[in-house]
C-alpha cells in the first residue's frame, strides 16, 4: 500500500506544479493562454520522471525500460508524422482542403489505422495485456498475438 501512495503523492504535488505553471505563465500577456498546455506538459512530464526514479527505487529487478518507453512512442510518432503528412497533402487536393470536415475525418482515419498499424508492428499489446481485456482471448486471436 506504501508504494501506491508513492505516485498519489507525486500527482498532488504535479497538481499543484501545474496550477502554479497556468497561473504564472497565463498572467503573462505575452504569453496568455499559450501556458495552459505548457502548464499541463511540465506537469506530465515531472509525473513520469517523478514515476521513473520511484520505479527504479521500488522494483529490485532491472526492467527494460528504454524498450518498454519505445514500444508505445514508435507508434504514436508514426501517427503524428502521418497526421500531418495526410493534412498537407489534402490541403494541397482543390476542393478538398477547404472542408475542415473532410480534412478532419480523414487526418483522423490516417492517424488509427497508423496507430493500429504500429502497435502490431512494434509489439506495444502483448498477448498478456490483451488477455486482460474483457473478451481478450477473442481479440488476441484477431490480432494473431
Request: proline share 5%; aromatic share 6%; with cysteine.
Amino acid at each position: 500500500m506504501e508504494k501506491i501512495s508513492i505516485t498519489t503523492d507525486f500527482i498532488k504535488l504535479d497538481s499543484f506544479l501545474k496550477l502554479a505553471a497556468i497561473f504564472i505563465l497565463t498572467g503573462n500577456p505575452q504569453i496568455g493562454i499559450l501556458g495552459a498546455p505548457v502548464g499541463m506538459l511540465l506537469c506530465y512530464a515531472c509525473i513520469g520522471m517523478m514515476n521513473f526514479i520511484a520505479i527504479r527505487r521500488v522494483v529490485p529487478k532491472k526492467t527494460k525500460l528504454l524498450q518498454n518507453l519505445l514500444r508505445p512512442v514508435l507508434p504514436a510518432a508514426m501517427m503524428g508524422v502521418g497526421v500531418w503528412g495526410a493534412q498537407k497533402v489534402l490541403r494541397l487536393l482543390p476542393g478538398l482542403g477547404d472542408s475542415r470536415v473532410i480534412l478532419c475525418g480523414v487526418s483522423v482515419g490516417v492517424g488509427v489505422v497508423l496507430y493500429l498499424t504500429g502497435v502490431i508492428i512494434f509489439k506495444t499489446i502483448r498477448r498478456e495485456d490483451c488477455l486482460l481485456l474483457p473478451k481478450g482471448e477473442k481479440i488476441a486471436k484477431i490480432l494473431h498475438l
